[in-house]
């Protein structure tokens, strides 16, 4: 009867591969808890007109086009609370002063933001 190979006996291809897979499950784990923000202003007043929210997946987003601004601003506040990081173009120059002006409970979601533009260097670093 064969015995299992433990961890450190699996030959190296093996062991990368395995590293490789926990490393593509813990990338989709962390998209699972962000939430995408795209915040629409008004730049000649600063008013806020616009947003949507949306969550990784199949789940339900939320959606702001016309009417009371600051009650949704209010719904997207308690939507947001469920999730590790907000997710976004340039949301830390833009959509999350705009947010914390609004409420300083949005503070919070700027513990752990993901800003997409300091992403890209990292995915393309050849790019000029």
């Known amino acids: 009867m064969r015995r299992r190979e433990t961890q450190s006996e699996k030959r190296p291809l093996e062991a990368s591969q395995d590293a490789e897979v926990r490393t593509v499950a813990r990338d989709v784990d962390i998209l699972s808890r962000c939430l995408s923000i795209d915040l629409e202003v008004d730049p000649k007043r600063a008013r806020k007109f616009a947003f949507a929210a949306m969550p990784d997946g199949e789940a339900e987003g939320l959606v702001h086009r016309k ?21 976004g173009h340039n949301i830390l120059r833009h959509d999350l002063p705009h947010l914390m002006a609004v409420s300083p409970r949005f503070a919070k979601r700027a513990e752990a933001p993901i800003d997409t533009p300091w992403l890209n260097p990292l995915a393309f670093p050849l790019s000029p």
């Open 67 to 87: 009417g009371d601004v600051n009650a949704a601003l209010e719904k997207l506040d308690l939507f947001s609370a469920g999730f590790a990081h907000v997710i």
